[in-house]
């Protein structure tokens, strides 16, 4: 018989999971607007703004044309250093029946071109990286508002029991803006993300400092402090989901151990997603790849990725040689992305988990001054996406013929958080949280579901 959440704590922690704030209730499966098609969403966040143009928005003019003048009118850029028109480095090659073309870059995710979405038409609203990060994770370039993992949770709760609803996987850089990226803003603190490290160890504390007797001992004293406060002030949310915090902390250092222990998966599959890699970035993906498996597998319900530290800590920010750029970045997430793809696949977990490929911005298809790198580029950028009832095998929308600007299908975030929310079954516009007087929404009074992406 399986023991519940409270019953575990009322065991293991002399009686402190029995407090009943009505806050608790966060952890529950909640009510959908509509049937779901997806229950989880793993995002890959390509931090720094990789090229569209060399990835996965193939533009044979730019390489006809490659050191002539740019002959369309080009928009101020974030260092006003403009080169002349640059092609792209890599071949692109068609993968698939559904023959979408990708980029060498990336020959291994080119493998499962027949379960990606590629949009090549997204936009974003600023080219400064720490607002157009704010803008991807939380639609809207404001500090303060909650991320999207924080609606998610919020709206939905968490189908694990002993994990949080919202994890992040830093793989060594945490997305410029910090970790306002990651926080719920004004939703209860319960809905942020937890941030797991790198290696061995996620998280520090996972062992109690004392005896089991110790540790019940505290957690007592929580409980009648917290008891104590909230009788004198009545109903205090921030308390509630501090208490809420403490009871899931708890039960994390019996969890967190067991999930990152990586000792039951074979040697076979950790090789498959990279961990036996020559390079230490390839390896540090892989194994966050694998925990997102392995936390979409015990019911957590949004995770993210961060990108290692690759190329002294430039992300894909290729203001200068992004060939040298780009691929040590792709060498580290190629493998363990393709590995993870398929891993979802063939234990069906894709089918009801949506992985989101995705940067803050793309690249300009002219040069950054004479250096080979290429600057911001906010008008017309690529993203995929797979599972979670996208349609797959497809592309949506598309660029000018040098991939500078979004003239097919235009789509912006508040599109692209609009199309996840319902694909868990959530309509974007009732999704709301009153606050300062007034109802706020992931989408602010924007967004559209792009309904042509989805299977």
Request: hydrophobic content about 40%.
């Amino acid at each position: 018989m399986l023991t519940s959440r409270r019953e575990f704590l009322t065991t293991a922690f002399g009686g402190f999971g029995a407090l009943a704030f009505t806050g608790m209730a966060a952890t529950s499966t909640r009510r959908t607007d509509f049937k779901p098609r997806a229950k989880h969403v793993i995002v890959l966040y390509m931090d720094g703004g990789m090229s569209q143009v060399d990835t996965f928005d193939p533009k044979p003019r730019l390489r006809a044309e490659h050191g002539r003048q740019f002959p369309l009118k080009r928009e101020p850029t974030q260092f006003d250093s403009v080169g002349a028109t640059f092609g792209s480095p890599w071949e692109f090659a068609p993968g698939g029946q559904s023959g979408i073309s990708i980029s060498d870059l990336f020959p291994k995710i080119r493998e499962y071109a027949d379960e990606l979405c590629v949009i090549r038409s997204m936009t974003s609203k600023s080219a400064v990286h720490a607002a157009a990060n704010f803008w991807m994770h939380t639609g809207s370039n404001l500090l303060g508002r909650p991320s999207v993992g924080s609606w998610v949770t919020y709206a939905l709760g968490s189908a694990a029991e002993d994990l949080p609803g919202y994890v992040v996987l830093n793989s060594g850089i945490v997305p410029i803006g910090g970790l306002d990226n990651f926080r719920s803003g004004f939703l209860p603190a319960t809905y942020e993300a937890s941030i797991f490290g790198k290696g061995d160890v996620p998280l520090p504390n996972l062992a109690p400092a004392g005896s089991r007797d110790v540790q019940a001992r505290k957690l007592a004293l929580i409980q009648k402090l917290d008891r104590a406060w909230l009788e004198k002030i009545g109903h205090a949310p921030d308390i509630e989901a501090a208490v809420q915090n403490y009871e899931l902390a708890a039960l994390m250092q019996t969890a967190v151990p067991g999930l990152a222990d990586l000792r039951g998966e074979s040697e076979a599959m950790k090789s498959a997603y990279g961990l036996d890699h020559s390079s230490e970035y390839t390896r540090i993906y892989a194994r966050n790849c694998l925990l997102a498996r392995r936390l979409v597998e015990r019911g957590v319900r949004f995770v993210e990725l961060t990108m290692p530290a690759v190329d002294k800590d430039n992300r894909w920010d290729a203001h200068s040689k992004i060939k040298q750029n780009h691929e040590k970045n792709a060498i580290a997430v190629d493998q363990p992305i393709a590995a993870l793809l398929g891993d979802l696949r063939a234990r069906g977990l894709l089918d009801d988990t949506l992985v989101v490929c995705t940067g803050e911005f793309g690249r300009t298809p002219f040069s950054q001054g004479n250096d080979g790198g290429r600057d911001h580029n906010e008008f017309g950028f690529s993203l995929w996406l797979a599972g979670g009832g996208i349609k797959p095998g497809t592309i949506f929308g598309g660029t000018d013929e040098y991939g500078y600007k979004a003239i097919e299908d235009p789509c912006d975030i508040h599109d692209l958080h609009a199309t996840i929310l319902h694909l868990l079954g959530l309509d974007h516009e009732l999704l709301t949280f009153r606050f300062g007087g007034r109802d706020y929404r992931l989408t602010d009074v924007h967004g559209r579901v792009l309904r042509q992406i989805m299977a």
